[in-house]
Every structure is written in C-alpha cells, then in structure tokens.
C-alpha cells in the first residue's frame, strides 16, 4: 500500500490555472447550487510556498443537497468525506494519496467562508507574512513523517494569529 508523502514545493504560476480548470468541472456539475467558488489556499497566493493542492471553496445554495452529488464527484475523481470534522462543511479529495485538489463547500453564510477569504486576502497583502508562513511550512514538512495531522497542528498558531490580523481590518 502506497503512503502519501507530503511536500511543500515553491510557488507554481500554473497553479491559478489549474484552479480555473477545475472550477469550469464544478460549475458544469453543481451547475445551479453554487452561489460562488473561490480558489483559496496557499496555492492561491502569489510566489507562496504551498503543497501542490489546489484548495477551492464552493459557495452553494443547500449543503445537503450536495451529498446527493457523491457519484458524480466521484466520477470526476473526488472522494466524498462528508464534513470531516469541521460541522457544515461538505469535503471532497481528488487524487487519493497523490492529491491534486481539495473542495470546501460551506452554504452561504457560513461564517468559515469569511475565514478562508480573510486569510487568503490578508496572506496576498502582507507579502512578508506570507514568506514567513512558506518558510515555515518547509520547516514542519521536513519534521512532520509525513503526517498530515502534525503537519496541521503544526501550522495552527500561526493562522490563528494572523486569522485574527486578517479578521481586524
């Protein structure tokens, strides 16, 4: 059995690219639910260090309407996870232990959607807030075993702090 290995690599300019490639799939699947989808993420900042992940938040309509798109989704290649541990939130991975793209669908209003906004807005603005964040996702990567738990745990004071920063102005 395969393990995923984690890697934080440096910034790709195709990675928008991909982002927009994936939100036509979305668009063309979830068609009338979604309300708006946004590419998040360190991936979605500009010369940030990042996990080659593309992250996308979908705004929809219902939340429970989408469990009924498991199949489809997965057909495209994206494994259902239901809200995996974050209440009102609908998950979904595509690419097993070499992941390509992470979905976080959250109904509108959600207030974890102005989070995830907020931090990203604040990472594009504070460029050197973003270098220390790369630097320090290279470090954990290097100590974390492949972990994904520690690796986020890892992480943790540091969103938060800023999170906050972000959430100020």
């Not at 490639?21 to 010369?47: F, P, Q, R, W």
């Not at 995996?84 to 232990?97: H, P, S």
């Not at 964040?133 to 954990?140: M, R, S, T, V």
């Amino acid at each position: 059995m395969s393990k995923r290995i984690l890697e934080v690599v440096d910034y790709n300019p195709q990675w928008p690219v991909l982002y927009q490639k994936e939100a036509e799939l979305l668009l063309d699947i979830l068609n009338k639910n979604i309300s708006k989808i946004h590419h998040i993420g360190s991936t979605s900042v500009e010369h940030l260090a990042a996990k080659p992940i593309i992250d996308i938040l979908v705004e929809v309509n219902d939340i429970n309407l989408l469990d009924s798109y498991s199949d489809i989704m997965f057909h495209h290649g994206y494994k259902a996870k239901g809200e995996n541990g974050i209440a009102g939130r609908r998950y979904f991975q595509k690419g097993d232990d070499n992941r390509t793209h992470h979905i976080h669908a959250f109904e509108v209003g959600n207030p974890r959607i102005v989070d995830h906004l907020a931090f990203r807005d604040y990472l594009k603005q504070h460029s050197n807030i973003a270098k220390k964040y790369g630097e320090l996702k290279k470090q954990i990567v290097k100590v974390c075993n492949n972990d994904s738990d520690k690796y986020c745990r890892s992480k943790e004071a540091f969103i938060t702090y800023h999170l906050i920063e972000a959430l100020r102005v």
